[in-house]
């Protein structure tokens, strides 16, 4: 017997965003298509850059989005495959707005090719990209109390960090960066060798940094994790695939470009269904 179909949400969210797929898939029944609503609404968002050509054609795109989430809170959402299910679960769970404009305003940085100009500035762009979606989906699994928020806040910047860090060659070859630019000159790495793809020695000293931050914000979310509900545990499994895929970065001794870290592994999803297993993110 073949298995049911996936709703648009979730066979978009499994194929462009795969590790949060993974994520939902330990999430109750009755919310996972909310979580997945919620993914495939931060996809249409993040992939903003990647499909415009020029940013005012970016500003109109995220400005449909705001326009598109005002509708959705006002009971008049627009006929969208992601927009009306977001909808639904935007009224089910009364979730924040404020989190859904922070999420959107975030991305506007994206539309500016210049690197964050040190690692405070970094750490402003990870946390706006990626601490409100760790809240909404959150909320969505009912877990509203202030350390879920703030376990929320330091999860979800810590997996942007790993995700910039990941993101390097790709965004490289594209003559764009997001490594701070202090750290870039104390290490003497520039910009045009990494675009080149074939930066200097230092670029590993520069992704351990970031990395070592975003090993920081981990601990002190897992220091919370005895005054956080178990309900909030499919939304902060990201920290698990961090840890994981920051293990694989520091094998390859920091050098984001390593081919190694290019190939999947059977290591991601073990490591999420074993954390799920014992309730440990």
Not at 66 to 73: D, K, L, Q, V
Not at 172 to 197: K, N
Not at 199 to 227: H, M, N, Y
Request: charged share 25%; proline share 8%.
């Amino acid at each position: 017997m073949a298995p049911p179909a996936l709703s648009a949400c979730a066979e978009a969210v499994r194929k462009q965003d795969n590790d949060r797929f993974l994520t939902a898939l330990f999430a109750p029944a009755p919310v996972r298509e909310d979580l997945f609503a919620l993914y495939a609404f931060n996809h249409e968002v993040a992939k903003t850059r990647e499909v415009v050509t020029e940013p005012t054609l970016g500003q109109i795109r995220l400005q449909w989005w705001r326009e598109s989430i005002e509708g959705a809170f006002e009971g008049r959402p627009r006929r969208h495959e992601v927009v009306e299910p977001l909808a639904m679960a935007i009224h089910r769970h009364d979730l924040d707005r404020a989190q859904f404009d922070l999420l959107i305003d975030g991305r506007e940085a994206d539309l500016d090719d210049e690197a964050p100009a040190d690692m405070d500035c970094l750490v402003n762009y990870a946390q706006v990209t990626g601490a409100p979606l760790v809240r909404l989906a959150c909320q969505i699994l009912g877990a509203h109390d202030p350390a879920s928020m703030e376990a929320a806040r330091l999860v979800g910047t810590a997996w942007a960090l790993t995700g910039i860090l990941r993101a390097t060659p790709f965004l490289a070859r594209g003559h764009r960066s997001r490594l701070p630019l202090t750290l870039m000159t104390e290490y003497r790495v520039t910009e045009p060798a990494l675009f080149d793809g074939k930066p200097e020695p230092g670029l590993a000293k520069v992704a351990e940094a970031i990395a070592g931050t975003a090993r920081s914000l981990l601990k002190q979310a897992r220091d919370l994790r005895p005054q956080v509900p178990k309900a909030a545990l499919p939304a902060l499994l990201p920290a698990t695939l961090a840890g994981h895929y920051l293990n694989r970065m520091e094998k390859a001794l920091y050098d984001p470009m390593a081919p190694a870290l290019l190939r999947p592994t059977l290591g991601r999803p073990l490591a999420v269904g074993w954390a799920a297993t014992i309730g440990r993110w």
